[in-house]
């Protein structure tokens, strides 16, 4: 099984230190909740997110957004052979469920955001599919999942093709790829130390949900799924 961490993502409730800015009152008021319960968004919040440090890389949910929904509608997904993870720069993480369907419109799944991070799961009852567990580190994250190979997506890293990427994880049982949930800026030192490859796949800084299709779709290669699925009934 594949597993992909989306890490020091840029998803977080607005921080304490900006509810008292006019911007994020006026939101807050618009919303009629609360800025603790709201999600920090640099589409309605960039001026008040000027006073937050690293505020680069902070602010941009729809990334989480775009790569799930990149990753639970491939067939590597629906075969139940892909694990998903999102870590934030807050140290919270998100254990998404194979069997999730996020809603597509951008403003609706703000809103399941909002519910995840007040409550802790969703749904509220009966099995969850969405689980949001507090202060935990990537390093203490990546020893749970116990993988036997790491890479982690970076432009920093050594140039590789995907392909020549992906093979790194062949005859591997729990393989990992770690990729970028933020905007801009690089990942901190403490990620590059949990890879066995820190790899670049291309000249130009891709959108995470691009690199995400393309490591699913060449793991599925590596592995004979698209073959197998033509060949072989539900």
């Known amino acids: 099984m594949l597993t992909i961490v989306f890490a ?3 998803l977080e409730t607005i921080p304490e230190q900006l509810w008292g800015h006019s911007a994020i009152r006026k939101y807050a008021e618009k919303k009629r909740r609360h800025p603790q319960f709201l999600i920090l968004d640099r589409s309605y919040h960039h001026a008040a997110m000027m006073q937050l440090e690293g505020n680069e890389k902070k602010g941009r949910p729809d990334i989480v957004h775009f790569s799930l929904l990149e990753a639970l509608g491939s067939p590597l997904n629906r075969e139940g052979m892909l694990r998903l993870c999102v870590h934030t720069l807050s140290n919270d993480v998100i254990f998404v469920d194979q069997k999730t369907r996020l809603p597509r419109n951008y403003n609706r799944f703000l809103g399941l955001m909002e519910q995840l991070f007040e409550l802790g ?3 509220p009852e ?4 969405l689980t949001l567990t507090k202060n935990i580190s990537l390093p203490r994250l990546i020893t749970d999942l ?3 190979r790491t890479i982690v997506f970076s432009q920093d890293g050594t140039p590789r093709t995907m392909e020549q990427a992906v093979y790194e994880f062949a005859g591997k049982k729990n393989p990992l790829a770690i990729v970028g949930g933020f905007p801009h800026g690089t990942f901190s030192e403490e990620v590059m130390k949990l890879a066995d490859y820190v790899v670049s796949v291309d000249r130009d800084t891709l959108e995470a949900w691009t690199v995400t299709a393309r490591i699913i779709y060449e793991y599925e290669a590596l592995i004979g799924l698209p073959a197998r699925r033509l060949t ?3």
Not at 126 to 129: V, Y
């Open 146 to 148: 116990k993988p036997d």
């Open 8 to 10: 020091e993502s840029a």
């Open 232 to 234: 072989t009934e539900n």
């Open 126 to 129: 009966g099995p969850s599919l």
């Open 121 to 123: 799961r969703i749904p």
